[in-house]
């Protein structure tokens, strides 16, 4: 039924899409052939944490690490054996560093040796050199211990760090076992294709299947398609989002049915219908960015995202642009899907559009901006995202959509985030306002920090209504500098979660990293916030 339904709501779009003369429609089938997997399973984990680096302040962690498993195909287990560490160091959210470590006994997981320095972005994205590194278990615990010392030679500099008193931890209690297969065969009308195709399946029977259809050197598309089950069902139905060349801007939808050949392999046969845009018409809108507060890899249920681009709203909106505080929708108890003739869908749903800013009539916007919030709809997919304005659609544009995808909203782009004292006051740096207006927390105090993307609360929510209250099952865990704490996300008003975190009380001035764990999600990496005296 899932299926079915979103098929009728691809097909609707299309439709309605094709009505202006923007795309062209296309019937295909085929024929895919796959050997059977060879090897054992890749089983990854990562490890997120915070840690000390001596005269530069806290960092964020993420440590990758990359095993295979002795587990029988078809059923989860552990890494075992042989594997490589990757670790991400993160100042702020402009400066990273990374290193990695090759190890040929990796279970139980522990290290003692060299590693080298790979790269990274900002400051370190030239970044190499080597480095010793222990990791170890803390005993009787979840935690593990990383230090390290880092020879770095970074823009046209050199200098040694020293990397102490971190600490690990696994934010996902799952298991994941993967593997990846090519299947080559044909895809009529396009000709011959290769498929590159990566099966993950974890500890809930949870199956994500995505797969790279490659036609020639420039023409590409994606699918992707989960399940839950041992095996995979005898049809599968599959989103398919555009990649490159004539697919730049494609969407559509795959049925697949399948079937396991002799000696273990597969055979899909495919069916279902590809939509290419045509060139848009003059002045139709266009997308050049798409993201959600406080991070751009992704976005989630119930999340802030704010889109720009050119064309995106009429060039006469008012100055100083437009919000839904004045519209009948709000009026009635309800959030509307559309300011003046400006709508936003994604995956051929409409999100809710809360204000819009022409650079035309507001030069400070920089771009036309709009910002939305994302749907109760719980799916985890690359999707596509347009615009409409007036008569005219934009391209789709593509964003990875998670069911969690937590985020704390940033003061600046070297992630000062968004945090306010009990009385409403700001807590930052005093670098970020001059004038006074924030201040850094004290040792002991409660702060609020403001957030969005932690997906839905325990309570049923009603979509579309402009009330949204509600508590989580489980608290998140805040790695702050070097220390741990748990705090309780509540969801406020529609998507913007906050969680109350008190500053410990031997906490030392100046900036701390923080990263926030949240039923196997995290924050991205850079965040912080300052503490004073």
Not at 2 to 29: H, M, N, P, Y
Not at 208 to 230: E, H
Not at 432 to 446: D, F, I, N, Y
């Amino acid at each position: 039924m899932r299926f079915e339904r979103r098929t009728v709501l691809v097909f609707a779009a299309v439709v309605g899409i094709a009505a202006q003369g923007q795309t062209k429609l296309t019937d295909v089938s085929g024929t895919i052939d796959f050997a059977a997997p060879a090897g054992p399973e890749e089983a990854p984990r990562t490890y997120v944490g915070a840690g000390r680096v001596e005269q530069l302040g806290t960092v964020s962690l993420q440590m990758d690490i990359s095993q295979f498993t002795s587990a029988p195909r078809g059923t989860v287990g552990t890494g075992s054996g042989p594997g490589r560490g990757t670790v991400t160091m993160a100042f702020n959210r402009q400066d990273r560093l990374v290193f990695q470590f090759d190890s040929a006994e990796l279970t139980p997981l522990q290290y003692a040796g060299p590693a080298v320095i790979t790269g990274g972005t900002g400051a370190y994205q030239d970044a190499r050199g080597t480095a010793q590194v222990r990791l170890s278990q803390d005993s009787g615990t979840e935690n593990w211990t990383l230090t390290a010392g880092l020879d770095i030679s970074a823009g046209g500099n050199v200098r040694t760090i020293q990397l102490k008193n971190s600490n690990l931890q696994v934010p996902a209690a799952k298991f994941r076992n993967g593997n990846r297969l090519t299947g080559t065969g044909t895809f009529a009308p396009f000709g011959n294709v290769t498929v590159n195709l990566t099966r993950w399946r974890d500890s809930t029977d949870l199956q994500q299947y995505a797969a790279t259809w490659v036609l020639n050197d420039k023409d590409s598309f994606n699918t992707t398609a989960a399940f839950v089950g041992a095996k995979a069902p005898a049809q599968v139905g599959t989103n398919l989002t555009g990649a490159g060349g004539a697919f730049a801007h494609a969407t559509g939808y795959l049925t697949i049915n399948v079937t396991e050949t002799a000696g273990g392999g597969y055979q899909w046969v495919v069916s279902g219908r590809v939509v290419q845009p045509t060139t848009p018409p003059k002045n139709a809108p266009v997308i050049t960015s798409v993201e959600m507060v406080g991070r751009p890899d992704r976005v989630g249920t119930n999340a802030w995202l704010q889109i720009r681009g050119e064309n995106l709203v009429p060039a006469t909106t008012q100055a100083g642009g437009l919000t839904w505080v004045d519209s009948p929708e709000i009026a009635a108890g309800s959030m509307p899907v559309k300011l003046g003739n400006v709508s936003v869908n994604l995956n051929f749903r409409p999100l809710y559009v809360w204000s819009m800013c022409s650079v035309a009539t507001t030069p400070e916007c920089g771009q036309d901006q709009i910002d939305v919030l994302t749907t109760l709809d719980n799916s985890a997919a690359t999707l596509p995202l347009t615009v409409t304005n007036g008569t005219l659609t934009s391209w789709p544009y593509f964003v990875t959509k998670e069911s969690l995808a937590p985020s704390l909203a940033l003061f600046s782009a070297r992630g000062d985030v968004v945090a306010t004292r009990l009385d409403g006051s700001l807590v930052g740096s005093r670098e970020l306002c001059p004038s006074g207006c924030t201040t850094p927390a004290k040792p002991g105090e409660t702060v609020r920090l403001w957030a969005t993307g932690f997906g839905l609360p325990t309570e049923a929510l009603t979509e579309g209504s402009a009330k949204q209250v509600g508590t989580y099952l489980r608290p998140a865990s805040c790695f702050f500098g070097e220390y741990t704490i748990r705090v309780t996300p509540a969801l406020i008003s529609p998507g913007l979660t906050v969680m109350d975190m008190r500053i410990p009380a031997s906490a030392p001035a100046g900036d701390h990293a923080l990263l926030c764990s949240f039923q196997g999600a995290f924050t991205p990496l850079g965040n912080k916030l300052a503490v004073g005296q």
